[in-house]
C-alpha cells in the first residue's frame, strides 16, 4: 500500500508508532504534487516542508503527541501563513508574503502539521470555480481533469482527491467547502457560525467560515477539533463539548426535511434527484424518519441582488484594504465588476441587503424548525467544463450552487458527502445541514452514511499514478 492510501487518521497512528516518519510522508507527497502540477491544485509550495518535517519526526522521537503532529496538510490561499506567500487568488497581490498567520492557520502548525504549500483558489474567493491569473492551470476534478473543481476551495479538493494530500485546510462563504467536495467525491464540512474563528477578520452578517476537505468523515472531525478553537474576542465564538472525533456513533433517530427544488426556476438535474432520492433511502433503512417540504424560499430578484450586493461589498472591503490603486488592473474581470457595483452601494444598500438576506435565512429556519436535519443535493448538476463562466458568471453560478448559501447566511452547520460517480464518470454530492452547534450530531450522522455504506471509495486515475 503507498502512504497516500492511508487516511489522515492511519497516518498520525503510524507516525505516533513510528512505523512512519514525518519526512519520508512529505517527501512521498511532494514527489506526486510535482508529478501531478497539471491539475492545478496549489499556488504555493513551502520551500520549508522537508525542515518542518524533519522537526516533527524529532518531536515525534521525544514523545510529543501533539494532535497533527508530522501530518503533512495544504491551507487555502486566502488564510494568511508567515513566510508563505499567500495571494488570495490575485495577481495584485502575486508576491504577498506575510508576517504573522491567520488565527486559524496558526492553530494548525501549533498543532503540529506539516505545512506543504498554499492550495489554490479563486480571486478573493469569489467565484464557485477556481481559476485565476496566479496559477497556469485551473483547478480541475482528478476524474475528469477537463472540468473545475469548483470553488473557491477548489486547489484544496483537488489535491486530497488526486492523493497529494491526505486532508485539507478550506474555507466556506456560499458552498465553497462543500461544491468542491462534491465535484471531487469527498467529504466537505461547513461548521457553524462561531466554532471557527474568522480572525483577524470580523463582521456582524458572517457568512464564511473555515473548515475541513477530506476524504473521510473520521479524518474531518480530526481536523475540525484542532480548528474549533475561537480566538479571544470572537463575536460568535463558542467550544464543542467534548472532541468531535470521539463522538460520531449517533445516539438516536432524526427526523430529516428533504427537497431538491432549485428554487430559480432551472429544473432539477436527475443526477442531482438521484442523489437525494438513494440517500434518503438509506436514512430510512437506518431508522430515520424523512420527509419532503416544499423549497422555504426562492431565489427571486431581490435576493439575488442582495447576494449580489453583498458579495461586491465584500469584495470591496478586501480590494480597498489590500490591493494598492496601481495594481486595481491586475484583478480579474469578475473581481473589477464586483468592485464597480461596489462602488454604486450607499451604507443603507449593504445594510438593507444584509436585513433582505437575514429574513430569507429566517425563513429556512422557520420551515425546518421540527425537523433535525435537512437533505438536499450539493450541486445541481456534475462538475462543469473549463470555460464554462462567461458572460452573466453570477447568474450561472447561482443556477448551479443554489442549494448551499442558505446554510452560510443561517449560520448552521452542513457537509456535502459523496453520493455516486455517475455513467460518464463524474461525481455527485448531497448535502446535509443540521441544527445550529450541532455540528457533532451532523458529523455523527455523516459517520452512520459512510458506514452504511452510502458511497464507494472510488478514486480518479491520478490516485494510482
Given at each position: 500500500?503507498?502512504?497516500?492510501?492511508?487516511?489522515?487518521?492511519?497516518?498520525?497512528?503510524?507516525?505516533?508508532?513510528?512505523?512512519?516518519?514525518?519526512?519520508?510522508?512529505?517527501?512521498?507527497?511532494?514527489?506526486?504534487?510535482?508529478?501531478?502540477?497539471?491539475?492545478?491544485?496549489?499556488?504555493?509550495?513551502?520551500?520549508?516542508?522537508?525542515?518542518?518535517?524533519?522537526?516533527?519526526?524529532?518531536?515525534?522521537?521525544?514523545?510529543?503527541?501533539?494532535?497533527?503532529?508530522?501530518?503533512?496538510?495544504?491551507?487555502?490561499?486566502?488564510?494568511?501563513?508567515?513566510?508563505?506567500?499567500?495571494?488570495?487568488?490575485?495577481?495584485?497581490?502575486?508576491?504577498?508574503?506575510?508576517?504573522?498567520?491567520?488565527?486559524?492557520?496558526?492553530?494548525?502548525?501549533?498543532?503540529?502539521?506539516?505545512?506543504?504549500?498554499?492550495?489554490?483558489?479563486?480571486?478573493?474567493?469569489?467565484?464557485?470555480?477556481?481559476?485565476?491569473?496566479?496559477?497556469?492551470?485551473?483547478?480541475?476534478?482528478?476524474?475528469?481533469?477537463?472540468?473545475?473543481?469548483?470553488?473557491?476551495?477548489?486547489?484544496?479538493?483537488?489535491?486530497?482527491?488526486?492523493?497529494?494530500?491526505?486532508?485539507?485546510?478550506?474555507?466556506?462563504?456560499?458552498?465553497?467547502?462543500?461544491?468542491?467536495?462534491?465535484?471531487?467525491?469527498?467529504?466537505?464540512?461547513?461548521?457553524?457560525?462561531?466554532?471557527?474563528?474568522?480572525?483577524?477578520?470580523?463582521?456582524?452578517?458572517?457568512?464564511?467560515?473555515?473548515?475541513?476537505?477530506?476524504?473521510?468523515?473520521?479524518?474531518?472531525?480530526?481536523?475540525?477539533?484542532?480548528?474549533?478553537?475561537?480566538?479571544?474576542?470572537?463575536?460568535?465564538?463558542?467550544?464543542?463539548?467534548?472532541?468531535?472525533?470521539?463522538?460520531?456513533?449517533?445516539?438516536?433517530?432524526?427526523?430529516?426535511?428533504?427537497?431538491?427544488?432549485?428554487?430559480?426556476?432551472?429544473?432539477?438535474?436527475?443526477?442531482?434527484?438521484?442523489?437525494?432520492?438513494?440517500?434518503?433511502?438509506?436514512?430510512?433503512?437506518?431508522?430515520?424518519?424523512?420527509?419532503?417540504?416544499?423549497?422555504?424560499?426562492?431565489?427571486?430578484?431581490?435576493?439575488?441582488?442582495?447576494?449580489?450586493?453583498?458579495?461586491?461589498?465584500?469584495?470591496?472591503?478586501?480590494?480597498?484594504?489590500?490591493?494598492?490603486?496601481?495594481?486595481?488592473?491586475?484583478?480579474?474581470?469578475?473581481?473589477?465588476?464586483?468592485?464597480?457595483?461596489?462602488?454604486?452601494?450607499?451604507?443603507?444598500?449593504?445594510?438593507?441587503?444584509?436585513?433582505?438576506?437575514?429574513?430569507?435565512?429566517?425563513?429556512?429556519?422557520?420551515?425546518?424548525?421540527?425537523?433535525?436535519?435537512?437533505?438536499?443535493?450539493?450541486?445541481?448538476?456534475?462538475?462543469?467544463?473549463?470555460?464554462?463562466?462567461?458572460?452573466?458568471?453570477?447568474?450561472?453560478?447561482?443556477?448551479?450552487?443554489?442549494?448551499?448559501?442558505?446554510?452560510?447566511?443561517?449560520?448552521?452547520?452542513?457537509?456535502?458527502?459523496?453520493?455516486?460517480?455517475?455513467?460518464?464518470?463524474?461525481?455527485?454530492?448531497?448535502?446535509?445541514?443540521?441544527?445550529?452547534?450541532?455540528d457533532a450530531e451532523l458529523l455523527a450522522l455523516a459517520a452512520q452514511l459512510e458506514s452504511a455504506p452510502l458511497w464507494d471509495e472510488l478514486h480518479p486515475p491520478s490516485w494510482h499514478q
Amino acid at each position: 500500500m503507498s502512504l497516500h492510501e492511508l487516511t489522515a487518521a492511519q497516518q498520525l497512528k503510524a507516525l505516533r508508532a513510528k512505523e512512519i516518519g514525518s519526512r519520508e510522508l512529505t517527501e512521498h507527497y511532494l514527489a506526486r504534487i510535482e508529478r501531478r502540477a497539471g491539475l492545478g491544485a496549489f499556488v504555493t509550495i513551502n520551500e520549508n516542508a522537508l525542515d518542518e518535517a524533519t522537526r516533527a519526526d524529532e518531536r515525534l522521537a521525544g514523545g510529543d503527541r501533539a494532535a497533527l503532529l508530522g501530518l503533512p496538510l495544504g491551507i487555502k490561499d486566502l488564510a494568511a501563513t508567515a513566510g508563505i506567500r499567500t495571494t488570495f487568488g490575485s495577481a495584485a497581490l502575486a508576491e504577498f508574503v506575510p508576517r504573522e498567520d491567520s488565527w486559524t492557520a496558526g492553530l494548525l502548525r501549533r498543532a503540529g502539521a506539516v505545512v506543504l504549500g498554499k492550495t489554490n483558489t479563486s480571486e478573493f474567493g469569489a467565484t464557485c470555480y477556481t481559476e485565476n491569473d496566479v496559477t497556469p492551470s485551473p483547478a480541475v476534478t482528478p476524474y475528469a481533469p477537463t472540468r473545475y473543481s469548483s470553488g473557491s476551495s477548489g486547489g484544496a479538493a483537488t489535491a486530497v482527491a488526486a492523493g497529494l494530500l491526505p486532508v485539507a485546510h478550506a474555507s466556506d462563504g456560499a458552498g465553497s467547502i462543500r461544491t468542491p467536495a462534491a465535484t471531487c467525491h469527498l467529504v466537505g464540512m461547513k461548521p457553524s457560525r462561531g466554532l471557527v474563528s474568522p480572525a483577524p477578520a470580523t463582521s456582524f452578517l458572517l457568512a464564511s467560515t473555515e473548515g475541513p476537505m477530506a476524504r473521510t468523515v473520521e479524518d474531518a472531525a480530526l481536523l475540525l477539533d484542532v480548528m474549533a478553537s475561537p480566538a479571544p474576542g470572537d463575536l460568535y465564538g463558542w467550544r464543542n463539548d467534548g472532541s468531535f472525533s470521539a463522538a460520531l456513533d449517533l445516539q438516536r433517530p432524526l427526523r430529516v426535511a428533504m427537497w431538491t427544488d432549485t428554487g430559480t426556476g432551472e429544473a432539477v438535474d436527475p443526477q442531482a434527484e438521484l442523489a437525494v432520492r438513494r440517500t434518503a433511502e438509506v436514512l430510512t433503512g437506518l431508522g430515520h424518519e424523512v420527509r419532503e417540504i416544499p423549497l422555504p424560499a426562492r431565489w427571486d430578484e431581490p435576493v439575488s441582488r442582495a447576494v449580489l450586493a453583498w458579495f461586491a461589498y465584500q469584495v470591496g472591503a478586501v480590494a480597498r484594504l489590500m490591493v494598492p490603486p496601481e495594481r486595481t488592473h491586475l484583478l480579474r474581470p469578475y473581481s473589477r465588476h464586483l468592485l464597480a457595483v461596489n462602488e454604486k452601494l450607499s451604507a443603507a444598500d449593504v445594510v438593507m441587503a444584509q436585513a433582505l438576506l437575514a429574513r430569507y435565512a429566517s425563513t429556512f429556519l422557520a420551515a425546518v424548525d421540527d425537523y433535525d436535519v435537512v437533505l438536499t443535493p450539493t450541486t445541481n448538476g456534475p462538475p462543469v467544463p473549463i470555460g464554462y463562466y462567461t458572460g452573466d458568471e453570477a447568474d450561472l453560478m447561482l443556477k448551479w450552487s443554489c442549494h448551499t448559501p442558505w446554510a452560510n447566511l443561517a449560520g448552521v452547520p452542513a457537509i456535502s458527502l459523496p453520493s455516486h460517480v455517475d455513467g460518464d464518470g463524474l461525481p455527485h454530492g448531497v448535502h446535509l445541514v443540521g441544527r445550529a452547534r450541532r455540528d457533532a450530531e451532523l458529523l455523527a450522522l455523516a459517520a452512520q452514511l459512510e458506514s452504511a455504506p452510502l458511497w464507494d471509495e472510488l478514486h480518479p486515475p491520478s490516485w494510482h499514478q
